[in-house]
């Protein structure tokens, strides 16, 4: 039976490798195609939750889990020898960042060489995580073929970049258009058959390179234009003007304007990380990326911007910053999800601490900060409970990420 007759009477298996905000939600919209899906995690504490119906993601329902187990179509495993009783292997791992601003391709090695001792002729490999262009071909695809097999005969490889966002009540996994990038031909149309089974629109690319490029492209914008009204929101403070009412009018202008708003930096793993990538990989071919890493400096430098706010207005209340009792309000990355993942609240609530201030946080999806490799020090720091009593125990209240259940009026 050849792949195509596979995947049309559902007997393609598919494994998808890191069961995490991008991994876990491609596991369930493959199961529920009908396709049996397999997850793999090394982490047998997500295994055993998601066999036993739960989750660990807050925009993840565990009745969806629950749903999925019933049908009989899931199963999960930390057992990387099981990769060969899959047909598709979909590789969705974290890529962040080193202190150095560097790509971090460890998560990638080692999966990779998890996955080739267990290989078998005619399986596709989909790379799904973000990172710069070339990383399929160049670092993937070598290790691979460790295995014996080619990627020019045996095996298919391709890449396509996650778009996930959690949290979004408008667009699913499966409605976000899926952009996919092939090794080669065949691997191309092998992934775009299979995904097109899964998601509502595909989008074949010429190659790897270019789907990688897809992404960071993305996301180079977006870091770029909040970058901009950033730089924006700290100039019209100074004239007096409302950032937010100037962009509001803006948006009236039905074409040639997108509207974007400042914060206290970015957050999630994709526009603080993407745009780093890119000028890492830059530098190999000799060509600066000016715009990009200014944007990048603007973007990181918003959390000391705001922290010299706070104590501007602490001043004209006759008050230091030090020994200041200050309530930072959000902690994770957007509004309405429980993700800390580069959130600049975390920069925050350092700074703060750095300069002897005593300071808290309350967010209603995270009961307390998890060890991070960046912010030891705020690990197991615990979210205070937000009332009339407790506010009032605090010089300055530092609302960071403004979720929807948190009442602003008391």
Known sequence: MDFKEKVNQRKTVVGVIGLGYVGLPLVLESAAKGFMTVGFDIDQSKVNMLLGGKSYLKHISENSIKNMNETGKFDATSDFSKLNTVDVIIICVPTPLTKHREPDMTY?????????????????????????????????????????????????LAYSPEREDPGNKNFTTSTIPKVIGGYNEAACDKAVYLYKQIFVEVVPVSSTRVAEAVKLTENIFRSVNIALVNELKMVYSKMDIDIWEVVDAAKTKPFGFMPFYPGPGLGGHCI????????????????????????????????????????????ERGKALKNSRILVIGLAYKKDVDDLRESPSLKLLEILLSKGAVADFHDPYIPSVRKTRDYMMLAGKKSVELTPETIQHYDAALISTDHTSVSYTH
């Open 108 to 156: 990638i090695v080692a999966t990779a060489e998890s996955i080739y001792p267990h290989m078998k002729k005619g399986q596709l490999v989909i790379l799904e995580s973000t990172t710069y262009p070339g990383t399929t071909d160049e670092v993937l695809l070598p290790i691979l073929e460790k295995s014996g097999l080619t990627c020019s005969e045996d095996i298919y």
């Open 272 to 315: 603080p990380i993407d745009p780093f990538y890119l000028t890492w990989k830059a530098r190999e071919y000799e060509c600066p990326t000016r715009f990009i890493e200014i944007a990048g400096e603007i973007n990181t430098s918003m959390p000391l911007y705001v922290v010299q706010v706070l104590m501007d207005a602490l001043n």
